[in-house]
């Protein structure tokens, strides 16, 4: 079984996992996205509506937002990497896009974040694939001697945005959805989330 397999109700049993819904980020500071986020988006939206495949939200709408992210030069963005860690327990499979800390390299090294596609608009059915990648990053960062055990992620449509994060037996789920609308609070906080991890790191 690989990641795509899982649903919430297999990955939590299976790893016995505790579920919590819980407002993620309540003081989270804004980002104002750049004029080039702006365009790009203007334009992105418009095509990706008009194309319902998970490939043009992809293109369209998510890797921008992902590209004003890594102006910070904090992190690095994989996309349709395999993160192949634990096959018997179905930990495996490619991921549709995950961020590691530090520089780009050949290589995955310090995964901290798995952002996934939901399948036909779903954000429901994206979230049990979304906690086994982020199962299979930590058990990474664990193989690798690396000092990270809190691993976010998040599920989205391109329109619609649901966050995760995933702390010892927990898997926390935002009780509250963002929507593209909202993007100055999703760029504020994919930031928190970077800033969490440099400053666990530090």
């Known amino acids: 079984m690989p990641y795509s ?9 299976k790893f016995n996992l505790f579920e919590d819904r819980v407002k993620l980020f309540g003081n989270v500071e804004t980002i104002k996205p ?15 509506l008009s194309n319902s495949s998970e ?10 937002i992902l590209f004003e992210l890594e102006r910070s030069k904090t992190f690095s963005i994989y996309s349709g990497e ?20 530090g520089k780009i390299t050949n290589t995955i090294q310090n995964p901290i974040f798995a952002l996934l596609e939901a399948k036909k608009n ?20 664990q193989q690798e001697n690396n000092d990270i055990d809190t691993i976010f992620g ?3 449509t391109g329109e619609i945005w ?11 789920i935002d009780s509250k959805c963002y929507y593209i609308n909202d993007l100055e609070m999703i760029l504020g906080i994919f930031q928190n989330i970077i800033d969490y991890n440099n400053v666990t790191k530090s």
């Open 5 to 13: 397999d899982f649903t919430l109700v297999q990955v939590k049993k």
């Open 34 to 48: 750049s004029n080039w986020l702006n365009e790009a988006l203007n334009i992105g939206l418009e095509l990706a």
């Open 55 to 64: 490939k043009a939200r992809s293109e369209f709408i998510v890797v921008p």
């Open 82 to 101: 395999r993160l192949d860690v634990d096959k018997e327990n179905g930990l495996f499979g490619e991921c549709d896009f995950i961020l590691s800390q």
């Open 122 to 141: 779903d954000i429901g059915s994206g979230l049990g694939q979304c906690t086994a990648q982020m199962l299979g990053a930590r058990l990474f960062n």
């Open 154 to 156: 998040c599920v989205t």
């Open 162 to 172: 649901q966050f995760l994060k995933l702390e010892e037996d927990v898997i926390h």
